[in-house]
């Protein structure tokens, strides 16, 4: 799962970087407006977590533009702003959910846990693909009644394959979406190659190897 979060307080970016972090989502951040809607122009994120006071701009514009560009990005407004006309602003134009600073971590987390599953899928915490079963809440894989041992980055590989099942993703779109602000530091896609590889063969193992597909010279496709 890959998280924006649009923040200009360094200090509560660093904190909630590390928070997300640790629970396993991959991060990019942005700390004003104008690098914020470039950032939400461009690339696609699971849920946008955008401050209201940024500088060169207000954070219900970027809400707005989300909107309009018919996303599925989940949106947490998180802001000292915490009048009842502030909080109607942001959710009728879109926003998920409104979040009132300070706040606590656990609470966030709890948050963008509850946007993901109703993105994800309104009526089910589970994913079913041909002999292949994804628990969302548990990050548990079953393949042919089987529980597959996924590493994290196995386990996000096979996530953004399936949510783009059928479909041809690129080398590239794969490694931004796995290390985000950090794809840069990756001196090549070795690192996609050897994941994809151990992906593959746990899913080969347990007869499911066929849907997962290499597009030579492109990408991957995960084909149901």
Not at 44 to 63: F, H, M, Q, S, T
Not at 138 to 167: F, G, M, P, Q, S
Not at 171 to 191: C, Q, T
Request: charged share 30%.
């Amino acid at each position: 799962m890959k998280i924006l979060l649009i923040e200009d307080e360094q200090g509560l970016t660093d904190i909630l970087l590390r928070s997300l972090k640790r629970e396993g989502y991959v991060c990019e951040s942005a700390t004003t407006f104008m690098e914020g809607y470039k950032k939400i122009t461009n690339y696609e994120y699971d849920v946008a977590v955008i401050d209201l006071n940024l500088p060169g701009g207000d954070g219900l514009k970027l809400v707005k533009a989300l909107r309009e560009e018919n996303t599925q990005t989940g949106i947490i407004i998180i802001s000292a702003r915490n009048t009842v006309d502030d909080r109607i602003g942001g959710l009728d134009l879109g926003a998920d959910d409104y979040l009132t600073k300070p706040f606590n971590l656990t609470e966030l987390n709890a948050r963008i846990k509850a946007v993901l599953r109703r993105k994800t899928n309104q009526f089910s915490k589970e994913l079913v693909l041909g002999p292949l079963k994804i628990n969302l809440d548990e990050r548990r894989v079953i393949a042919n009644d089987k529980e597959l041992k996924l590493t994290k980055k196995e386990y996000a590989i096979l996530i953004y394959l399936t949510r783009n099942k059928n479909r041809i993703v690129t080398k590239d779109a794969l490694a931004e979406h796995l290390w985000g602000d950090y794809m840069d530091e990756a001196v090549s896609f070795d690192f996609i190659y050897a994941h994809v590889k151990n992906l593959r063969k746990k899913l080969t193992d347990n007869n499911c190897g066929e849907y997962l597909k290499t597009i030579y010279g492109i990408g991957y496709k995960f084909d149901v």
